[in-house]
C-alpha cells in the first residue's frame, strides 16, 4: 500500500490549502484515513480522521473549525482542506492508512499501518 501526499506549500497566516492523499490500493474503501503533523523539534501529532464511509470523522481540538477531513472513495484519496491556518499550523503533514477492514476511525497513530512521505506546510505570520 502506498501513500502519496501532496498539496503542501507557503501560505501567508489567514490563508488556506487543501492537501490531497492519494492511495494505491483497491482496498481503500474499507480503511479508515488519518491525517497527522510533526513540527521542528516536537513530536508527532494527530490531526484529523475519517472512518471507512466518510460519516465519522474525528479532529484535534487545535484544528476544529478550521480543517475538514473527506475522502473520495472513488478516487482512493483523503482530503484535508486547511482554513484559517495560523504559523502554529506550520509542520510536515503526514497521512496514514488503517489496516484493511479497519474502518474506525483512532486518534493514536500505532494503530495505522501505512503511513505516506509527508508535505510540509508552512505558514508566515
Known amino acids: 500500500v502506498q501513500l502519496q501526499a501532496s498539496g503542501g506549500g507557503l501560505v501567508q497566516a489567514g490563508g488556506s490549502l487543501r492537501l490531497s492523499c492519494a492511495v494505491s490500493e483497491r482496498t481503500f474503501g474499507s480503511r479508515a484515513m488519518g491525517w497527522f503533523r510533526q513540527a521542528p523539534g516536537k513530536e508527532r501529532e494527530f490531526v484529523a480522521a475519517i472512518n471507512w464511509s466518510g460519516s465519522t470523522t474525528n479532529y484535534a481540538d487545535s484544528v476544529k473549525g478550521r480543517f475538514t477531513i473527506s475522502r473520495d472513495n472513488a478516487k482512493n484519496t483523503v482530503y484535508l482542506q486547511m482554513n484559517n491556518l495560523k504559523p502554529e499550523d506550520t509542520a510536515v503533514y503526514y497521512c496514514?492508512?488503517?489496516?484493511?477492514?479497519?474502518?474506525?476511525?483512532?486518534?493514536?497513530?500505532?494503530?495505522?499501518?501505512?503511513w505516506g512521505q509527508g508535505t510540509l506546510v508552512t505558514v508566515s505570520s
Open positions: 496514514a492508512a488503517r489496516s484493511r477492514g479497519e474502518g474506525a476511525t483512532t486518534t493514536m497513530g500505532s494503530l495505522y499501518a501505512y
